[in-house]
DNA sequence: TGTTAGCACTCAATGACATAGAGTGCTAAC
DNA sequence: GTTAGCACTCTATGTCATTGAGTGCTAACA
């Protein structure tokens, strides 16, 4: 692949990605000055053609990347586009603003990647099971009333409201707290054993009552917060894409983003791997949706990854940008997330 | 309005809202059997267009309801089609498998209402601002950390990690928290007078850090849940609408799902009456997209109004099964809270 | 007087057909 | 190796005729 090769290539993807129009010739003489003629370009698109990094839609229309073609971009040609000062102050800014609890930090994270991008953004909860018992109380609250709260390492908190016995005390509670914290502190939801459960049951046998709400609060916590939940932002935006000026198209892409699941799973495949992952069109497998690229990156918090974050746009995507804002983004919010935990104020 | 010419309309009615075609004079001779010729039916429609019940799309195609036409229809010709019993069972499985808190409600009742009506679900999130204070509480975690937690009348908790003093010990978390119960209880947070807020501070004098972090915790709480949120599902089935089936409409509503403030106004504005209220077409006003109906009901918890809940279809809307789904759904919803609220289990 | 059959008329939807224009591949000249 | 020229391809667009559902009106009928 010789450097002219190269920028006839190139060319066509920055113009088709702005465009969203088959490109032709004489538009990469004209507009992207190589200092050849349009014949010369034919004959370069041609070999490109035959090596499988662009294709015709129809005979005699312009070129269009193809998938291979996207990912040598991405690969080799591709150069990092930095946020401009004002995206990466509205970024600090927002961020600011309102970020109390973790709902909150990704809610917020799901609003900018899409806002940034323009694309589809997606943000996967951090994942509760692996985090682990930080302080577990149990807190009287009013006649036969108490509250169980257990708070996580990554700054989840857990807590239900419970039914007692009016003759339990606040000593009683008090006992309890302490023996779960003993316990528990350390370990993750997932892990707490049988064996560990009977050491509890037996030690506080007069409360085996509050040890079962207790349980089950866990328990409860566990399953649900284990299924990943997902936030979506700017579904809309998608609209605005030229490929999906076509009604069938729309609501196969919406009754996609309908299946949470299928997009978790999508999103945390890219979890093995350290930094931002570029998947085209056909890369994301298990997908009935064609002419889509999404591009991850975990987070993680004090070294652990926690969950990922993604933006899902068309594979005539503005690759150079979006791979920058989601880097950009990871870093952010697991600095965040991170200052949160530690008790996020001084 | 004589009886024939109702029967004529409903005719209409009925047949656009299933088939979503203008109906023709001979279509409702067949179908409807009301043992006249097609003749006598264009004579009666002629006279139903004139007083505006049913239009034209075009000189010479059937007709269909004008927006005067369904409201006569929603006042005096429709009647109420009860739910199924499996609907009904439908409905009380999915509640009973997994409300454990307000959220988990929310999500699940705008799940069943577009599962069970094939439109949009829109439903508001109780309002915290007109909950009162049931209990207050300051737990001691761990070496200079602590939680506040706030119990609504609602059910609705408010917590948040603090960093206290090392000096602070359980004891005067205690009073604090003692003193914030005895001033508090019963208050709803927008209700605080100043005065009220200085009397806290003159007897809690020595620990006015931690005050100022309460304080600004009930201020976080107020603002960011005054701002009613919404819970959208099933925006997806509008999709499958015939008037949606055109990109310029999809967008347009789609645009308008996304802007959530407005829809909060909408829905709250049928919060003044007392049952299910059908809004239809240009009776939503400040609203750019024509051809909607909104069919909403607030919800109350002991008999104060929390939210509301609705259902945003096309005009052509199945209007009599939406009312009773709605209406059900109401009635399920404040019970379900209500029992969540009086400590949800024995 | 209300109902109905008959008929001419209207108009969207559909499909056939011609035209324009963008872009190509190939050839031959530079 | 590069370029100008040219014939060719194929979509997009517009025109026109045809079809058919549905109407309104008139006149006949009970």
């Not at 050849?36 to 499988?52: C, F, H, K, W």
């Not at 008090?174 to 370990?187: F, H, Y």
Request: aromatic fraction near 6%; proline fraction near 3%.
């Amino acid at each position: 692949m010789d450097d002219r090769k190269q920028k006839v290539l190139l060319a066509i993807v920055h113009d088709y990605i702005d465009t969203a129009e088959p490109v032709g010739s004489r538009t990469i003489a004209k507009k992207y000055r190589l200092g050849v003629s349009p014949a010369t370009i034919r004959n370069e698109m041609a070999d490109l053609e035959e090596q499988g990094f662009i294709e015709q839609p129809y005979t005699s229309a312009g070129r269009i990347p193809s998938e291979r073609g996207y990912r040598y971009y991405v690969d080799y040609l591709m150069r990092k586009q930095e946020l401009s000062r004002e995206e990466e102050e509205l970024i600090r800014r927002e961020y600011e603003a309102k970020v109390r609890d973790i709902g909150q930090v990704i809610h917020k994270t799901g609003q900018l990647l899409s806002k940034l991008t323009h694309y589809t953004a997606m943000v996967l909860t951090p994942r509760v099971g692996i985090s682990r018992f930080k302080h577990i109380q149990i807190v009287f609250m009013q006649q036969s009333q108490a509250m169980v709260i257990a708070v996580m390492d990554n700054g989840a908190v857990q807590h239900r409201m419970i039914e007692v016995p009016e003759s339990i005390t606040s000593l009683d509670m008090e006992t309890i707290s302490r023996v779960l914290n003993a316990k528990l502190q350390g370990l993750t939801m997932r892990s707490i054993k049988l064996t560990l459960i009977k050491e509890i049951y037996l030690e506080l046998a007069r409360h085996e009552h509050i040890l079962d709400m207790v349980m089950e609060l866990f328990q409860d916590s566990l399953s649900l917060e284990t299924e990943d939940k997902i936030y979506l932002g700017g579904v809309f935006n998608m609209l605005n894409q030229p490929e999906f000026h076509n009604v069938e198209k729309i609501k196969t892409l919406l009754s996609i983003m309908e299946q949470e699941k299928l997009l978790c799973d999508l999103l945390a495949g890219g979890d093995r791997t350290e930094g931002v992952t570029v998947r085209i069109g056909g890369e994301i497998d298990q997908w009935d949706i064609k002419e889509c690229s999404m591009i991850t990156a975990p987070y993680s918090v004090c070294g652990r990854k926690m969950g990922s974050i993604g933006v899902l746009g068309p594979t005539r995507m503005e690759y150079a940008k979006v791979v920058s804002v989601v880097d950009y983004m990871t870093k952010y919010l697991s600095q965040t997330l991170e200052r949160m935990i530690r008790g996020w104020r001084k």
